[in-house]
């Protein structure tokens, strides 16, 4: 699997955009991007995912740089209960269970 | 559909007991996941079952886990004589045949004094 790299942790004002950034640099051509995040003592919660192209769902979007080694996670208007660790994870899609998740980025939305 | 369940939600046992988790997935969902959490880390991956068959499991499933589900439906996972290194919350998740995506329980915390 390709591995992924996160900042360990980001600030954002509420209201505001929320940018998070993954490296994935030794991504294949068959393995998706894959965001989860995780509210403290809550399990994970998936949010979106892509391939190649650019994706946006109720809960935030998806922008996949052309060379797809790296992503960033948009969620437009932050609020406080977006406050929690966002995981990326690359893997092929059958395979998309079966991920070991990194230390993720740790969000926090500040009022 | 109620979303994947497991129980206990808290576990306090005393080293060398055993103790076994249940996890009930998603009605219909055939793919069931079993991940462990420690403090500050993200999920790792346990093992994984497609109906009743135990298809991958981790090098991190020592011979003293044992997981199950026997009827393709919910799952048990069992730690024999736990340690200390297996205080963790341990996470359920499941997936269904047409979807690309999981859906994980809230977990269940174990603390082994």
Redesign the interface.
């Known amino acids: 699997d390709a591995k992924t790299t996160q900042p360990p942790s980001m600030d954002c004002a509420e209201g505001r955009a929320a940018n998070l950034p993954c490296n994935h640099s030794t991504i294949s051509g068959n393995e998706y991007v894959y965001w989860y995040r995780q509210i403290h003592s809550q399990g994970p919660q998936y949010i979106i995912h892509g391939l190649k192209n650019n994706e946006t769902n109720e809960m935030a979007s998806l922008i996949i740089t052309e060379d797809r080694k790296s992503s960033t996670l948009i969620l437009p208007h932050a609020t406080l209960r977006d406050t929690a660790v966002y995981y990326c994870i690359v893997r092929v899609a059958v395979d998309a269970g079966k991920s070991t998740f990194g230390d993720g980025t740790t969000l926090t939305v500040k009022p | 559909d109620t979303g ?1 369940s497991q129980n206990p939600r808290h576990k306090i046992t005393k080293r060398g007991q055993n103790v076994t988790f249940r996890c009930d997935p998603i009605s219909e969902h055939n ?1 069931l ?1 079993w991940y462990r959490q420690t403090l ?6 346990l093992t ?1 079952f497609q109906n009743e068959a135990q298809l ?1 499991k ?1 090098r991190l499933l020592s011979d003293r886990f044992s997981a199950e589900r026997p009827k393709g439906s919910f799952s048990t996972l069992e730690i024999q004589r736990t340690e200390q290194g297996d205080s963790a919350m341990y ?1 359920c ?1 499941s ?1 269904g045949d047409s979807r ?8 269940t915390r174990l603390l082994v004094l």
């Open positions: 994947v793919r996941y500050g880390q993200g999920p790792e991956f994984y991958e981790s996470l998740a997936r690309e995506t999981q859906y994980f329980g809230p977990g």
